[in-house]
């Protein structure tokens, strides 16, 4: 199953991507961690995206796409993926699109989430992650067991520079100028199904999967 997860920042993407890959044995492709995963290798694209990240906006979409082009040329994408954070603009839904026809493969399902504005800013703001694993909290939601501190690692958890107030806001509106008009674009493809994204991340989990025809 090719499978994409829409929805704005904060909306649990990345949560219900990493329940979801495990569930159907298919990799979890997240855009977003790939970039942070280059600004902490130190690589050319790390240095290069790290000021745009930290702002709030985008990265080009040449090289978002390049950088999932390459993604999607390893074996491990055979039996289907999930995409968390990508497509984000309709440019890259189109070269989506056609980079999948190439491969004669396409779209099964684009799930967008569901969730009030207020909410959004209570999950980034309270959202915390492991440095060493990537394990995802959340300071009242999902805390881990010692104060601060990754249940698997031991890390003392950080937070996200693009977390923080200031950025937030260019998040959400980057998100509704840019990337909340793709729900159309899937839309009018027929494979758009909305998800509320509201209740706990076992809830959530369970009503995509029905969604998806998977429970
Ligand atoms: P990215 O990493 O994709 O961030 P995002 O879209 O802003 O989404 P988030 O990761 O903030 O939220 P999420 O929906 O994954 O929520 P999560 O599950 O963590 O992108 C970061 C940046 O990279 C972009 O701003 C851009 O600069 C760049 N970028 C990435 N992709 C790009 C692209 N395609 N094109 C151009 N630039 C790109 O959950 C949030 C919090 O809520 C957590 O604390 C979690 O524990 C908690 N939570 C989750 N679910 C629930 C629940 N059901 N109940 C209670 N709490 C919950
Ligand atoms: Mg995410």
Same mark, same amino acid.
């Given at each position: 199953? /090719? #499978?994409?997860?829409? $929805?704005?920042?904060?909306?649990?993407?990345?949560?219900?991507?990493?329940? #979801?890959?495990?569930?159907?044995?298919?990799?979890?492709?997240?855009?977003?961690?790939?970039?942070?995963? *280059?600004?902490?290798? $130190?690589?050319?694209?790390?240095?290069?995206?790290?000021? /745009?990240?930290?702002? $709030?906006?985008?990265? &080009? =979409?040449?090289?978002?796409?390049?950088?999932?082009?390459?993604?999607?040329?390893?074996?491990?994408?055979?039996?289907?993926?999930?995409?968390?954070?990508?497509?984000?603009?309709?440019?890259?839904?189109?070269?989506?699109?056609?980079?999948?026809?190439? #491969?004669?493969?396409?779209?099964?399902?684009?799930?967008?989430?569901? /969730?009030? *504005?207020?909410?959004?800013?209570?999950?980034?703001?309270?959202?915390?992650?492991?440095?060493?694993?990537?394990?995802?909290? *959340?300071?009242?939601?999902?805390? &881990?067991?010692?104060?601060?501190?990754?249940?698997?690692?031991?890390?003392?958890?950080?937070?996200?520079?693009? =977390?923080?107030? !200031?950025?937030?806001?260019?998040?959400?509106? !980057?998100? !509704?100028?840019?990337?909340? &008009?793709?729900?159309?674009?899937?839309?009018?493809?027929?494979?758009?199904?909305?998800?509320? $994204?509201?209740?706990?991340? =076992?809830?959530?989990?369970?009503?995509?999967?029905?969604?998806?025809?998977?429970?």
């Amino acid at each position: 199953m /090719i #499978l994409i997860l829409l $929805g704005p920042p904060g909306a649990g993407k990345g949560t219900q991507a990493k329940l #979801l890959a495990r569930d159907l044995q298919v990799p979890h492709i997240s855009t977003g961690d790939m970039f942070r995963d *280059h600004k902490a290798r $130190g690589t050319e694209l790390g240095r290069q995206v790290d000021a /745009i990240m930290a702002s $709030g906006g985008l990265v &080009p =979409d040449d090289v978002t796409n390049s950088m999932v082009k390459d993604r999607l040329s390893r074996p491990d994408v055979a039996g289907g993926f999930i995409l968390d954070g990508y497509p984000r603009t309709t440019a890259q839904a189109d070269f989506l699109d056609q980079l999948l026809v190439s #491969l004669g493969r396409r779209t099964d399902r684009a799930v967008s989430y569901e /969730i009030a *504005h207020e909410l959004l800013v209570d999950r980034m703001s309270g959202r915390r992650s492991c440095p060493s694993c990537g394990t995802v909290y *959340h300071v009242t939601a999902n805390p &881990p067991r010692k104060g601060g501190v990754c249940d698997r690692e031991g890390a003392v958890l950080v937070q996200r520079d693009d =977390d923080k107030a !200031e950025t937030v806001g260019r998040r959400l509106q !980057e998100y !509704e100028a840019k990337t909340a &008009p793709l729900k159309r674009y899937y839309q009018e493809r027929g494979v758009l199904t909305e998800v509320a $994204g509201t209740g706990s991340p =076992d809830e959530v989990l369970a009503t995509t999967k029905r969604a998806l025809g998977r429970s």
